[in-house]
Structure formats: C-alpha cells, structure tokens
C-alpha cells in the first residue's frame, strides 16, 4: 500500500494551494481519508476528515471556511485558500477504517506547506 501526498510549496500569506494524495496497493472504498500536519516543534493534528461517500466531513476549528477536503475513489484532495502563516507545516495524507488519527491504518510521507511572505 502506498500513499503519495503532492502539491505542498512555499506561498503568500492569503494565497492557495491544492494537495493531492494518490493512494494505491489496495481499495479504499470503504475507508475514512484525511489530511493531518505537524508545525516545526507541534505535535501532528487533524486537518480534515472525510467518510466513504463524502456525505460526512470534519474540520479543524482552524481551517474551518477555509480548506476543503474531497475524494475519489484512491484519491484525496484539500483545497487551502487564504492561507496563514500558521498553516505552514507538513501535510499528510492517510485512511484508515475509523474517522481519527489514531484510525488511520495508512499514512503518506507528507508534503511541506510554508506560508510566508
């Protein structure tokens, strides 16, 4: 099984970027997906969660408005507009078979995000 995060780069405070995951060795149709990021000296935190048929979502307080996470049948995406300085970090995408960190069984290698100006 692999997962292969992508799309992290340096950009502007207020500006977007978009992450993708491609995820493959097994099916995920069933799966919980979602994206999670460890700031320099933090521990790792949820980002966004998303159930089987995306009827179900769960954000961070932080992100809420601003991120949106979606899905395909072996991929994920999170869309990030009006980036902060406080989003920089490294986003990783995982799946797993119940909706939280500790429930992922499958994790990428992470993409780093900066935000600055």
């Known amino acids: 099984v692999q997962l292969q995060a992508s799309g992290g780069g340096l950009v502007q405070p207020g500006g977007s970027l978009r992450l993708s995951c491609e995820m493959s060795?097994?099916?995920?149709?069933?799966?919980?997906m979602g994206w999670f990021r460890q700031a320099p000296g933090k521990e790792r935190e949820v980002v966004a969660i998303?159930?089987?048929?995306?009827?179900i979502t769960r954000y961070a307080d932080s992100v809420q408005g601003r991120f949106t996470i979606s899905r395909g049948k072996n991929t994920q995406y999170l869309q990030m507009n009006s980036l902060k300085p406080e989003d920089t970090a490294v986003y990783f995408c995982?799946?797993?078979?119940?909706?939280?960190?500790?429930?992922?069984?499958?994790w990428g290698k992470g993409t780093l995000v900066t935000v600055s100006s």
């Open positions: 995982a799946a797993g078979l119940r909706a939280t960190m500790n429930g992922m069984d499958y």
């Open positions: 998303i159930n089987w048929n995306s009827e």
């Open positions: 060795g097994r099916s995920f149709l069933q799966y919980f």
